[in-house]
């Protein structure tokens, strides 16, 4: 489960990015409930959803061509800088009691802006901090358990500094917690990568990276489900401090309860990822899981009780985990390898791009239905979405496999690959090839 910790670059990134996240995650709470308690409006709660991640859309497909073509490791570090410096502007207007929900806003356009950036260069990066790049499957799960393990610290700490400090702790906190991923980047030996000649047009690179994942089943099938959960499933969270207030009758620390929960899920979810030694079966991973986290939503929507709620959340966590993180495995693994960068771009659009306008979608429905009756809605969405995924499995699984094959992930225990007839041919003698795959 921890193979990928072997390798001294993914190590220090592990601990340095662990500090940080927790930061983040800190932040991550304390801003939406500063929103809430400045205005009371679950509209201006989807609002600032909306403008803090909606830059990621119009940016992330150039940041894919640049992390090909430049750099990545001192993309990351100046990304990294970059966010530390947003976190520090919004401390300093909290704590010096002067913050308006426009300066949210306008540091929220800014915190898009960059993570639009960030989020391609490092997911495109980590294969780069891997001596055996067989370890990336296990890599990423192990940076979903990272992620999660910190979901599952800041909000608890956030929801108790608030009560006691007021939000501007959490912002600054945040905005120190970045020394320590920096650190971490500093301090890597990496072996030089090869860069890109510089003979295209970016404008054309960008163009060859949109028809590559237009033109690939499996590539499209996937970006195309994580889009749509991104769109209708994820957004719930902004509704968190409605139902922290309103429908369980609470504060800042249920909320932060509320958020850890989805953590200790998403945790398992990690977990049993890194657990798995192959990517075989993960398209239907993919399917049961998004079923999953839609189930847990709207099984949520209907509980009034604290603890069952923190149990369902839960619930929705590990399916979430499961399906962003073998979404994002599998792209990871069919991938071309000088076109890396642009997929994760792409996958940053369909993840972080469509969020946004789920976040406007989740404030109308809930200012209309309130805000059980909105993540009602998102977790049938989701279901539905799902179910849609699952019935184009067997073709999915007809794209998918040469690919596989190719890339050495389907050869059986005999160490002699099953070969595919060509289109018309008649099938070639010996084992059936395993159309399960998925």
């Known amino acids: 489960m921890l193979r990928a910790l072997r390798n001294r670059n993914y190590r220090l990134f592990f601990i340095g990015q662990g500090v940080s996240l927790v930061g983040t995650w800190m932040q991550g709470v304390a801003l939406p409930w500063l929103v809430y308690r400045l205005t009371d409006s679950v509209i201006l709660l989807g609002v600032v959803g909306f403008t803090g991640q909606i830059l990621a859309l119009v940016v992330a497909p150039v940041a894919g061509v640049v992390a090909d073509r430049a750099n990545r490791h001192r993309l990351v570090i100046i990304a990294q800088m970059a966010a530390a410096l947003q976190a520090t502007l919004l401390a300093v207007l909290a704590l010096a009691g002067v913050i308006e929900v426009w300066h949210i806003i306008v540091l929220g356009l800014a915190g898009g802006f960059i993570r639009g950036f960030e989020i391609p260069f490092r997911q495109a990066f980590i294969v780069d901090m891997l001596d055996d790049p067989r370890d990336l499957p296990n890599a990423i799960a192990l940076n979903s358990f990272l992620v999660n393990g910190a979901r599952l ?131 239907a991973l993919i399917a049961a899981s998004s079923t999953l986290f839609g189930a847990g939503l709207v099984a949520f929507s209907l509980s009034t009780n604290l603890l069952l709620s923190i149990g369902l959340l839960a619930v929705a966590g590990f399916g979430m985990m499961v399906q962003m993180a073998s979404s994002n495995t599998l792209l990871q693994t ?81 160490g002699i690959s099953t070969p595919i007839p060509a289109a018309g041919a008649a099938p070639v003698a010996g084992p059936e090839p395993p159309r399960d795959i998925i």
């Open 153 to 283: 610290i800041g909000p608890s700490l956030a929801g108790f500094l608030v009560g006691w400090f007021g939000e501007g702790i959490c912002f600054l906190v945040n905005a120190v917690s970045f020394l320590a991923v920096v650190a971490a980047l500093v301090a890597m030996r990496l072996r030089p990568r090869p860069l890109r000649a510089h003979a295209t047009h970016p404008l054309r690179d960008l163009k060859e990276g949109f028809l590559y994942v237009s033109r690939s089943a499996p590539i499209r099938t996937v970006l195309l489900l994580v889009g749509l959960v991104s769109l209708v499933a994820v957004p719930y969270t902004v509704l968190l401090p409605v139902f922290a207030r309103e429908v369980l009758g609470g504060g800042p620390h249920t909320m932060g309860f509320l958020i850890s929960a989805v953590g200790i899920g998403a945790i398992g979810g990690a977990a049993f990822l890194a657990s798995r030694r192959s990517v075989l079966g993960i398209p």
């Open 334 to 414: 069919i991938v071309d390898e000088d076109k890396r960068g642009r997929l994760m771009s792409f996958h940053t659009m369909a993840f972080m791009g469509m969020v946004p306008f789920g976040s406007l979608i989740a404030g109308g429905l809930a200012s209309a239905l309130g805000a059980p009756g909105a993540v009602l809605v998102c977790g049938l969405a989701c279901v539905l979405a799902a179910a849609v995924f699952a019935a184009g499995l067997g073709r999915l699984n007809r794209a998918l496999y040469p690919v596989l094959e190719a890339k050495g992930f389907l050869v059986p225990a005999s």
